[in-house]
């Protein structure tokens, strides 16, 4: 079957800087997607990994070894507002769904501390 | 504002009540999709609908029914409500199917009890 693995909590102080790791296995593999929400509010997509190696978007990058099954997102320079559950995400590949579904991990919430 | 509207943000119902959960996009996306998302588990695919007259299950489609009653609206029915399906449900929608690094745009959710 298809699942994720990710720690359910990390904590770190403001100004440092966080790895949240991300384990996965599914029938196939189309990219792994980390999505931030804030408590109360809707997910919001951060970023997308097709292909090996890291990709950079402002303080968050994200990171992907397709023959570890792994990757990892990573916060730099942290602030208060970082504080969210971070989730990752692969498109299920299996041939009974088209390939339509996407499967969330559990979550990891942040607690960035002053 | 572009993106994903959901109605109503906050429901209770009474255990064999039903309801009609409305989502709209105006982002002129082709897949729509219902997720829940309970404590602890993450998000889990309820119904999605790759394009406007198709549906397909997901993971967790029992005791719910979907419309995709035009490019931009995907309604999530529940005909018998069940305490097991209090649960916060999100709408969400993507610009196609096969471009996944576009991701999700999610509705603001609707909180749903079961009593």
């Known amino acids: 079957g298809q699942s994720l693995e990710q720690p359910s909590e990390v904590t770190a102080v403001e100004g440092a800087i966080v790895q949240i790791n991300c384990t996965y296995q599914?029938?196939?593999?189309?990219?792994l997607s980390w999505y931030q929400q804030h408590d109360g509010g809707a997910p919001t997509f951060l970023s997308y990994n097709a292909l090996d190696g890291l990709e950079e978007t402002g303080r968050f990058s994200s990171f992907l070894s397709r023959s570890d099954s792994y990757g990892y997102l990573l916060l730099q320079e942290l602030q208060m507002k970082d504080s969210a559950s971070y989730f990752c995400?692969?498109?299920?590949?299996?041939?009974?769904?088209?390939?339509?579904?996407?499967?969330f991990g559990a979550g990891t919430r942040l607690f960035v501390k002053a | 504002n572009a993106g994903v509207t959901q109605t109503p943000k906050f429901q209770v119902l009474k255990t064999g009540q039903s309801m009609t959960l409305q989502c709209a996009q105006d982002m002129n996306h082709n897949s729509m999709y219902w997720y829940r998302q309970d404590p602890g588990m993450g998000l889990r695919l309820i119904y999605y609908?790759?394009?406007?007259?198709?549906?397909d299950k997901g993971e967790v489609p029992n005791g719910y029914n979907v419309s995709r009653l035009n490019k931009r609206e995907f309604s999530l029915r529940l005909e018998s409500a069940a305490p097991s399906q209090t649960s916060v449900y999100f709408c969400a929608s993507r610009r196609d199917r096969g471009l996944e690094g576009y991701g999700y745009t999610f509705g603001s959710g609707t909180r749903l009890t079961v009593v």
């Open positions: 599914t029938s196939g593999f189309y990219g």
């Open positions: 995400a692969v498109r299920d590949g299996g041939l009974n769904t088209g390939g339509f579904k996407t499967i």
């Open positions: 609908s790759a394009s406007e007259g198709t549906t």
